[in-house]
C-alpha cells in the first residue's frame, strides 16, 4: 500500500516541468537527510556518509543524535557544492542495499522529490542517479530503442542506450 493519501487516491498535480539540472535546491539537501532517517538510518549514521563522502572531520563535539547531529548534517549538505548532494544520495541509498524495503523506497521517495520538484534526474537501480527527461523525451527513446531491437538492428538500440548513459555521465 501507497504511504501517502494523495498517491492512494490518485490526486497529485503530476509532474513539475525540469527547471533543475546543475543545482541542489535546498529541498533536496534537506530531504536526502530527512528521507535516509525516516528509513532507519540514524543521524550519527547519515553524519558517517556525509563526512565520507565531502572529507570532512565530524564535529568531536557533537554526540548527541538530536539535535547536535543532526544540525551537523544539514548543515553540511546546506555548505556542500551541488554535484555533492547528489554523491551523497547515491551513497546513502547503496549503504541500503542489505535493506531491501529501505532501499526501495529511498529511491521511491527521492524520485518522487525529483518529479515534484521539477529536478532532471532520477535514481534508477543498478545504476544511481541518471538523467531524467520530460515523459515524451523518455518515451520516445524508450520506444525507439525497442522498435530498433525489434527490427534486428540491435547496434541502434545499443548506440540509443549508450547515448543515455553519456547523457546522465557527468562532463570529464
Not at 541542489?24 to 549514521?45: D, H, K, Q, T
Not at 525497442?146 to 557527468?170: H, M, N, W
Amino acid at each position: 500500500m501507497s504511504r501517502y493519501f494523495s498517491d492512494r487516491h490518485g490526486f497529485g498535480s503530476g509532474d513539475a516541468a525540469i527547471t533543475v539540472r546543475e543545482d541542489a535546491p535546498p529541498a533536496l539537501r534537506y530531504a536526502v537527510a530527512e528521507i535516509a532517517r525516516r528509513e532507519g538510518l540514524s543521524p550519527s549514521s547519515i553524519r558517517s556518509i556525509v563526512c565520507a563522502v565531502l572529507f570532512e572531520a565530524p564535529d568531536p563535539n557533537n554526540w548527541s543524535e538530536y539535535s547536535n547531529i543532526w544540525d551537523e548534517v544539514l548543515r553540511l549538505l546546506e555548505d556542500c557544492e551541488w554535484y555533492k548532494v547528489y554523491d551523497i544520495a547515491e551513497t546513502i541509498w547503496r549503504s541500503l542495499e542489505y535493506r531491501d524495503v529501505g532501499q526501495e523506497l529511498f529511491e521511491a521517495e527521492l524520485n518522487r522529490l525529483f518529479r515534484e520538484k521539477g529536478i532532471g534526474w532520477e535514481l534508477k537501480n543498478p545504476l544511481g542517479i541518471v538523467f531524467r527527461g520530460d515523459p515524451n523525451f523518455t518515451n520516445a527513446t524508450e520506444k525507439a530503442a525497442i522498435v530498433f531491437q525489434k527490427t534486428g538492428r540491435e547496434t541502434a538500440a545499443t548506440e540509443i542506450r549508450e547515448a543515455l548513459k553519456d547523457i546522465s555521465a557527468p562532463e570529464h
